[in-house]
């Protein structure tokens, strides 16, 4: 290697040296030294080109969330900057590092009113956990180290690196190129509980008469999915989700009593939350989604909290304990404390109350599955999506029409994150990009990306980059002609008053074909389970269009439509 490179070299090796594989991005004028750089050297990167910088971010958050791995999206200075932002901040409030590099206008113009200037550093600061705009070409690799690790220690998040186009050209010294190995994944630099406070914890648990755990995306993130299950088995203690908590344990496991709450949350699943007299929360906010708005856990029910972010614990509730901690960490030091005390342990009955639960909220499920309809019923589309997908499969959601039907219905089969949705801040559009992210982080796997047509339309532009890639992803469309989620509210909050929520039907089948994608389009029950075994078999991108009953005359499992 030369003793000194330029600052668009230089950014190309900081981020090899971090372990980046794939990068997300769209080209753009300022960005021209950069792309010159992944050109002309030799690295281990594949650069993925999109069709819209909001789709590079998400597909850098579905890469991350499968990988656990920081997922690297890029554009270019003005507009570029201003659409990877939906991106970042979704990444960000879900604990899942991706690290967007805009590139800018040169520093020597600012001030002079030049095309596409904007304050990145202004515009992204509310939006990640680190954010600069570099503006010394030395400072590259050492800012690219300090975005790295502010991703993947503690509460891990998103970060932005603005790299204005002069200091691209600018020469940096090849021997501050280097990287911290622990930081190219993440939870880096795991932190344990303060002494006593996790003993304390199961104090209160064991205390209790009937608890409940709540799992956040924490426990996933953290890999603490066989430590929970270990604890949750020898105390037989039931075990609840947020949308983002599905895999802490598998939906299959005989104490998962699924999710919880307002968003694929049911009328069965909720009686165990208002029933408990401790609720567990680990790695999870306890936000509007998952208490149905702070409907329950009530007033003087008891509230334990495990959490790697302070900040989180006692935000909504009083909490008797709370652990501050890496979840993986904290849940070995419980089930330590808890070997010691292997024969003076309760069973709470957890195993039985879920399984009466799930059979009185399945057999609802399983009565409109079952049911012999001339419209399709979204209960249908997941019922036959249950019975064909791989074990191994990766599911992506759109929070629209299809997510909470995924939420409550599915049956993954082993924890871990197979089921990704974008549920911070809910953006339609996600879900067709995401799942490229997916497969490029996890190949070897089937990647099925469900959404609503007001969500496919956002971004079905991303179709041709699909094809490109030649990714075998399957995409499903619920299709109702409708921004189905506000006219279900508009039902319920507006007394039917519908407004400016319907749109004319499309021919999603039409649209993706004319993209390359192998496509069906399916009007009733009986052709479903064919197309998607189909489209499973099908050595390439498809997406089967499926005109279905709308939400607002559904039974969908909605507890609460306004989150």
Sequence with gaps: MKNTMNGAEAMVRSLEAHGVT???????DTTLPFYDAMNRLEHGITHVLTRDERSAAYMADGFSRVTGRVGVCEGPSGGGATYILPGLIEANESSYAVLAITTDIS???YGKY?????NQEVLMGPLTKFNTVIRRAEHIPRMVRQAFRAMTTGRSGSAHLGLPYDIQYDDVPASDIWGDPKHQSYPAYRAAPEPGTAEAAVKAILSA??????????VVISGAMEELGRLATRLDIAVGTSISGKGALADTHPLSLGVVGSNGGTDETWEMMEAADL???MGCRAGSTTTSRWEAPRPGQRIVHFDNDPMVIGANYPTEEGV???LKLALQTVNAYLDGREGDLPAFGGAAKVADIKQRKFAKFEELAHSKTKQVLPEQIIHTLNRNLPDDAIVVSDPGTSCPYYNAYSQQKHPGRQYITNRAHGALGYALSASLGAWFGRPGAKVVGIMGDGSFNFTCGELETVVRCAAPITYVVFSNANFGWIKASQRDDCDKRYYNVDFKRTNHAAVAEAFGVRTWRVEKPEDLDQALKEAFAHDGPTLIDVVCQPLEESAAPVRRWMG
């Design 324 to 326: 501050v901690a890496d």
């Design 107 to 109: 520093i020597g113009s």
């Design 114 to 118: 030049p095309l596409t200037e904007v």
């Design 279 to 281: 609720v567990v929360f």
């Design 22 to 28: 794939h990068i997300f991005g769209l080209c753009g």
């Design 209 to 218: 008469k009937s608890p409940l755990i709540v799992c956040g995306g924490g």
